[in-house]
Structures are given as structure tokens and as C-alpha cells.
């Protein structure tokens, strides 16, 4: 059976990062005009996962944001396989107005054509930019700056997939759930005794 490389599609904002122009209690360090927090578990997330994962960055915002940010904590050994930005998410038209909203997986196919719809899953705090391909969202929860176990909770629960077929009809809105029997099970394994 063949083993099809797969792509994890990370937004910027609120999944891996907190910015904001003005200051705020927990954050780090200051990039530009921006106060940043950045989530624990970002390179051990990473690194834990390279094996199995190719990454593509996905955010509604400018290329020139995205590049600032990722500058101050993506690390250099880790390679990215492209970046998404504002300008490749499709629109969304309220009003005669389109603003750049969703995230498609056609737009991902058609710029990384080597990954198949059922390869590809998107993390993101905002579920209602996958509306049109809600099969390829883990959902998580938003950061806003104050330490968290999400990234790590959520490396566990991409490597326990990884050899998924289909990773569009796994039913990932309880992936949590799945993290806390698979952490479970572990330590009753680790609990038995060991055979005299
Ligand atoms: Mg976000």
C-alpha cells in the first residue's frame, strides 16, 4: 500500500500566535508594531510531526505579516511547503461586497497538486473558513496569549492519524475525546506489571 505524504494547513493568528498593536498582559516579545505571544509546543509540534507531515501556513492576512511573524518563531530546520495568504483565500459576499474569508482545498490542490483532498487537513481556530470542506478542519481552540496545552494535545492526536486513509471521514470534532482514551490507554499499558 502506498503511503501518501500528508499536508497539515496551519493558520497564523489565534492557532499558533497572539499579535496585536497594542500591549497585552501575557505577551512575549515585540515584532514591528506588534506585541506577540507565541503557543507553547510550536517546535516540539513540529519536529514530532515532520515525519509524517508536510506544512503549508495558511493566514487571511498580508504575505509581508505572515513573514514578519513567522521570522520570529518558525524554526529554520523545519521546511514549509508554501504559504497561503489573504489573497488566496476565495470570498465571501455580503452586500455586493466579497471579503477574502474561506480557505478552500481546490486553492490548496491547485498551487500543491502532489496531495489529495484526503491528505490534507487544516488547523484553525475558525471554523467557518473550511464551510466548504468542513472534512478537512481540526478545529482548535483560539489563543489569546495565555499558556495552553492545545499544540501538544493536537500533535498526539495528528500522529495517532497519520496513517488514516481518508482523513476527510474521520469525525475529528471530538479529537480531544480521542487524545484523552489514547492517553488513557497508555498509561494502562505503562501501569502493568512487569512479568517476573
Ligand atoms: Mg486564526
Not at 73 to 87: C, K, N
Amino acid at each position: 500500500m502506498t503511503i501518501h505524504r500528508k499536508l497539515l494547513v496551519i493558520d497564523l493568528d489565534q492557532t499558533l500566535i497572539h499579535a496585536d498593536e497594542k500591549p497585552f498582559e501575557h505577551a512575549q516579545t515585540k515584532v514591528g508594531e506588534f506585541h506577540l505571544a507565541i503557543r507553547p509546543g510550536i517546535v516540539e509540534m513540529l519536529e514530532r510531526l515532520q515525519p509524517h507531515y508536510d506544512f503549508v501556513l495558511w493566514s487571511n492576512s498580508s504575505p509581508s505579516y505572515i513573514h514578519e511573524m513567522l521570522a520570529a518563531f518558525w524554526p529554520e530546520q523545519i521546511p514549509m511547503t508554501g504559504i497561503l495568504s489573504r489573497a488566496d483565500c476565495s470570498k465571501l459576499v455580503k452586500h455586493g461586497q466579497g471579503e477574502p474569508h474561506f480557505k478552500d482545498v481546490k486553492t490548496i490542490r491547485a498551487r500543491f497538486p502532489q496531495y489529495r483532498r484526503e491528505d490534507i487537513v487544516g488547523i484553525d481556530d475558525k471554523p467557518e473558513v473550511y464551510a466548504n470542506n468542513y472534512g478537512n478542519l481540526i478545529r482548535v481552540v483560539p489563543y489569546r496569549g495565555e499558556n495552553d496545552y492545545e499544540l501538544e494535545q493536537l500533535t498526539d492526536y495528528l500522529i495517532s492519524v497519520a496513517n488514516c486513509p481518508d482523513l476527510r471521514k474521520l469525525e475529528k470534532r471530538g479529537w480531544k475525546a480521542a487524545v484523552r482514551k489514547l492517553r488513557y490507554l497508555a498509561e494502562i499499558v505503562d501501569d502493568e506489571p512487569v512479568p517476573s
